[in-house]
């Protein structure tokens, strides 16, 4: 008896890396709409994506003249990505237990 039909899905997509946002920080600074972007990486990424990921690296930088302008960095995209990733999951079970938060807490200062 061989499976011929699978009912497993493949998935569909894949998160960017560090290497795709470097990408997209050389090609924002050069004036590349998000869409042109997009279709530029492999594999190529939908014009929203580009756009979530550069509002999430957008940074205000202070010229000398104390002008700001807003920029695309790819070290400030993948610092967030890295902070979101790691707040994912279940909350912990001694979240509400405070006297126990306080125990602990006291061990790791104390005995490090």
Not at 29 to 57: F, H, N, V, Y
Not at 60 to 75: G, K, M, P, Q
Request: aromatic content about 6%; cysteine-free.
């Amino acid at each position: 008896m061989s499976q011929v039909q699978s009912n497993t899905k493949t998935k569909k997509w894949k998160q960017l890396t560090e290497k795709d946002r470097y990408k997209i920080e050389a090609l924002f600074q050069k004036g590349i709409s998000a869409a042109e972007i997009g279709a530029a990486l492999t594999p190529k990424r939908d014009r929203r994506t580009i756009e979530r990921e550069i509002a999430r690296g957008l940074t205000t930088l202070h010229n000398s003249d104390w002008t700001e302008r807003e920029v695309y960095l790819a070290d400030v995209g993948q610092r967030k990505h890295r902070e979101a990733a790691a707040n994912k999951g279940r909350g912990l079970k001694i979240g509400h237990d405070h006297k126990l938060a306080r125990y602990i807490e006291d061990k790791i200062k104390k005995e490090r």
